[in-house]
């Protein structure tokens, strides 16, 4: 696994980011609201972009370009 960035929920996420990642960011961004203080954190395993939220959301792309995303419950 090799250290990715942080950034705040709402702001621009990394331009190396596919764009159907974006797009579920911007999806789970619509659904979660406002939320002051949280944060996305973008990590790469086995070169595939793993993003997660401060609430546990995790968006993932697999290994032939789908991206899923997984609520913590």
């Known amino acids: 696994m090799q250290l990715g960035t942080r950034w705040n929920l709402g702001d ?3 331009a190396r980011l596919a764009e159907n990642v974006v797009a579920a960011i911007r999806e789970v961004e619509t659904e979660v609201g406002e939320r002051e203080g949280w944060r996305w954190t973008l990590t790469w ?6 993003v997660e939220l ?4 995790t968006i993932r792309m697999g290994y032939d370009g789908t991206v899923s ?3 913590d419950d």
């Open 12 to 14: 621009e996420p990394p």
């Open 45 to 50: 395993l086995e070169d595939r972009p793993v």
């Open 54 to 57: 401060d609430d546990g959301t």
């Open 69 to 71: 995303v997984e609520q």
